[in-house]
């Protein structure tokens, strides 16, 4: 993986203004949408791709401002969806990563008009490839498939996961962890009308860090943000 090669000083500095519009768009998101704090998020994330802890950080920021529909439009119109699905691909095998950029991912696809944008961008083969590298950790799994339950709420999203492996990928998830909440959400997978809303954490059912999950960082961070309680609400928990 490419190392990050800009001053600690100028990534904590995007981290924490990340961090601090994620806290702010958690209660006044139509505010921060509105003076900018999309566009910084992004801009972050491009500027700073290969440091996994600024990605987290800024996808947890962007979970927080996609939990309004209003801002959830201005994140897709500034190529929120394309960002979020470049941080999961650039790091694929951390936890950190995929579990807040997932998160947010569905929650752009619970919008009906944006659904099918998710779809066509590559949001089915971005959570069958994060349920793949990171089979053993509950979390990814779950989100992945709350991700894929979103999809496959329209007839050609539906296809698309079928045809990606997604059927397959929510079985193996279901015989290896045997939790009531993953199991829950893949019966989504069936189609619209059997969908059963998945309000269950899965940061909650596992430790958000797993040890082989566990991303190399080149300096001081604020902690994190992680999914918790409703798939639109973001609170903090304190890294290890």
């Given at each position: 993986m490419a190392m990050d090669d800009a001053p600690w000083w100028d990534i904590n500095t995007q981290s924490w203004g990340c961090r601090a519009l994620g806290l702010f768009a958690a209660r006044h998101s139509a505010q921060v949408a509105g003076r900018g704090g999309t566009h910084a998020v992004l801009s972050a994330m491009e500027q700073h791709k290969p440091n996994a802890a600024l990605q987290e950080t800024a996808c947890g920021a962007l979970h927080s401002l996609a939990a309004?529909?209003?801002?959830?439009?201005?994140?897709?119109?500034?190529?929120?969806?394309?960002?979020?699905?470049?941080?999961?691909?650039?790091?694929?095998a951390c936890a950190q990563v995929q579990q807040p950029g997932l998160g947010t991912l569905s929650a752009i696809a619970g919008d009906f008009n944006l659904r099918g944008m998710v779809a066509s961008l590559g949001g089915v083969e971005a959570a069958v490839a994060a349920m793949a590298a990171l089979r053993p950790h509950p979390g990814v799994q779950a989100l992945a498939l709350q991700l894929l339950a979103s999809l496959a709420r329209t007839s050609a999203s539906?296809?698309?996961?079928?045809?990606?492996?997604?059927?397959?990928?929510?079985?193996?998830?279901i015989e290896l962890h045997r939790s009531r909440s993953i199991a829950k959400c893949s019966s989504a997978l069936?189609?619209?009308?059997?969908?059963?809303?998945w309000t269950r954490s899965a940061a909650r059912a596992s430790p958000a860090r797993a040890g082989s999950s566990r991303c190399s960082r080149r300096c001081a961070l604020p902690p994190p943000l992680v999914l918790s309680g409703h798939a639109a609400s973001l609170t903090p928990y304190q890294s290890d």
């Open positions: 309004d529909p209003d801002a959830r439009i201005e994140v897709a119109r500034h190529g929120g969806a394309q960002a979020l699905l470049a941080s999961l691909a650039h790091h694929r539906a296809r698309a996961v079928a045809s990606a492996g997604g059927i397959e990928a929510a079985t193996s998830a069936a189609g619209p009308s059997r969908a059963s809303p």
